[in-house]
């Protein structure tokens, strides 16, 4: 039962207690029993920094004020009765008839069925919270396991503008993995002109584990493939090979709350779940600016909240500071120390108000090390197998669109080190990040909620990536900023049947401003050097069902012309 919930059937209870004078005594105490357990909640509330003393004593008084108003009005009633009973009355009086024991009869059953209702939920409640009737059906341990998961079918269509450029940009992802742009021929290019349409599909399978108090252990199971950390999907024609099924998730999550019930620290050790803010809801994936949503990290993670009270009774505006700080290991390099890392801190506040509207902001600085590549330093510049420092300076994954430098060389037989084999970054990465988001409740259920995204570069030296990159020529253009403002409107949960949103974004992400192998994946096919629209909605099927349409068309910034237009139609399903 909620506050509110109990408080009104306080006030119903000492209105009642004063105008019900000839109720029964079994009434009378079921609606005391009812006005002590709603004086003991609103105290526990007060004594737990829900609410606060002054709210609590406003409470008391306004229940007070209206049961003695109600009482000295039934008290009047009885009197005008008992002296229409004794005689006739005066000639300016004015006659009150009095109520009618139906009408007594009525409000008594009326309370009583509100009452029968709220314990009745009470007890439901309590008993799946603990669990009543499976403690001899099922051990104990069983209890400390959830699973959780989801599943989504899509279908994609890729439409590729007329007039785009043929020949000129480079898959840097199979240009890596088969060794140089000779060996990736025919495929050393990104298809640009050729539409495709493919369906796919997502399956994701968690399990939280409670290991002691405060303490669990989470893991989450997907699809899709395994070079891949930006996308769960798997497409579908491969009935001859079977799903590739990995380990996404993998962590240790400590969470300590105070004596208040406020949870203020949360650690987080393992491959985890993005623990920075990042703009969106449980049904809206935020901003991908600079994190796509499928993202995991690896290693470290700690966030710091300190509690700013509330303003009113029901917790519903809620208001804190937090800091999170992390460092994840992204590539080890063997036989060198110049192992790949990211370290990343952020600062924000959570501001609820009276109306329920909410604010959320925040700061962020990425720090990333050793992510540029290291030329080969041999006489030759030709790639060298046993030359494994430099080998390691290149990435594990790339989308395409960060300026690109020649970790090593490789040629013909007539023409030696004169095509670039391997490729790596040839800027460095410190990323500044601020992210803000509002959510309008004037029309609750349906809120309006602006978001707004923007991230830059500072780690960009525009005379070293001249020195090192190996396409586009000439003078380096620094472009290094990236921002999106997106608008939404609906229910913030789209998983009830009937539920709806719709939402607008725009976004503009320069060519190095984010680290291309992290960013969306869905936007112009993934990457960096994309501007464009993405449009949206969700409707809610079944309860735990819901279907989603998004269009993105995007354009490069910088460069030949290459557009590309993107359609999915999802069909999502949790459980």
Not at 495 to 500: C, E, I, K
Not at 555 to 561: A, L, N, S, T
């Amino acid at each position: 039962m909620n506050t509110s919930n109990k408080t009104k059937q306080a006030f119903t209870a000492l209105m009642l207690l004063g105008f019900l004078g000839p109720a029964e005594a079994g009434e009378k105490e079921e609606l005391l029993k009812l006005r002590s357990t709603t004086e003991s909640l609103i105290k526990q509330l007060v004594k737990q920094g829900v609410l606060n003393e002054d709210t609590a004593q406003d409470m008391f008084k306004q229940a007070e004020d209206d049961a003695e108003k109600l009482a000295a009005q039934a008290k009047t009633v009885e009197a005008i009765g008992n002296a229409e009973a004794s005689g006739s009355p005066e000639a300016d009086e004015v006659r009150v008839p009095y109520i009618p024991e139906f009408m007594k009869d009525e409000i008594r059953e009326q309370i009583r069925a509100e009452l029968r209702t709220d314990v009745t939920n009470d007890v439901i409640s309590k008993a799946k919270e603990e669990g009543w009737g499976l403690a001899d059906a099922l051990p104990e341990w069983t209890r400390k396991f959830k699973l959780s998961g989801d599943i989504r079918l899509r279908s994609e269509n890729v439409f590729y503008a007329d007039g785009n450029a043929t020949g000129f940009y480079p898959d840097v992802q199979a240009i890596n993995q088969r060794g140089g742009e000779i060996a990736a021929f025919p495929d050393s290019l990104l298809n640009t002109t050729n539409d495709n349409h493919r369906f796919r599909q997502r399956l994701r399978l968690g399990i939280d584990v409670d290991i002691a108090k405060g303490l669990k252990s989470a893991v989450r199971l997907s699809t899709g493939n395994f070079r891949d950390p930006v996308s769960t999907n798997q497409t579908l024609g491969q009935t001859g090979d079977r799903y590739e099924f990995n380990v996404d998730r993998a962590y240790l999550q400590y969470e300590h709350t105070n004596t208040y019930g406020f949870k203020w620290l949360t650690l987080m050790g393992g491959r985890i779940k993005n623990p920075w803010f990042v703009g969106g809801g449980e049904f809206t994936s935020g901003s991908e600016l600079v994190w796509d949503t499928d993202l995991s990290f690896e290693g470290f993670s700690a966030t710091v909240r300190h509690n700013l009270g509330v303003s009113n009774g029901f917790g519903d505006d809620a208001r804190m500071i937090y800091a999170t700080a992390g460092a994840f290991p992204l590539q080890e390099a063997p036989f060198s120390h110049n192992d790949k890392w990211l370290f990343g801190g952020q600062v924000g506040l959570d501001w609820g108000f009276k109306n329920h509207d909410s604010l959320k902001f925040a700061v962020a600085y990425f720090d990333y090390k050793n992510v540029t590549a290291k030329p080969n330093t041999s006489t030759t510049g030709t790639c060298d197998l046993n030359t494994r420092a430099n080998d390691a300076s290149m990435p594990e994954f790339m989308q395409g669109g960060n300026s690109l430098a020649a970790i090593c060389l490789e040629g013909t037989q007539a023409s030696p080190g004169s095509t670039p084999g391997m490729l790596g970054l040839a800027s460095d990465f410190n990323i500044i990040n601020v992210n803000m988001r509002y959510d309008f409740a004037l029309f609750n259920p349906i809120h309006f909620t602006f978001s707004a995204d923007y991230a830059k570069n500072i780690g960009f030296d525009s005379r070293d990536v001249q020195q090192a990159r190996i396409l586009g020529g000439g003078d380096v253009e620094e472009q290094t900023d990236a921002w999106q403002i997106r608008g939404d409107v609906g229910h913030l949960r789209v998983d009830r049947q009937g539920n709806w949103s719709t939402f607008v974004a725009y976004k503009h992400v320069e060519r190095d401003s984010v680290l291309d192998a992290f960013s969306d994946s869905d936007f112009h096919l993934g990457g960096t050097n994309a501007k464009g629209w993405i449009l949206g909605a969700n409707y809610g099927l079944l309860n735990n069902v819901w279907l989603t349409s998004r269009w993105l068309t995007a354009d490069v910034i910088e460069g030949p012309q290459y557009g590309v237009d993107v359609f999915q139609f999802d069909v999502n399903a949790k459980f």
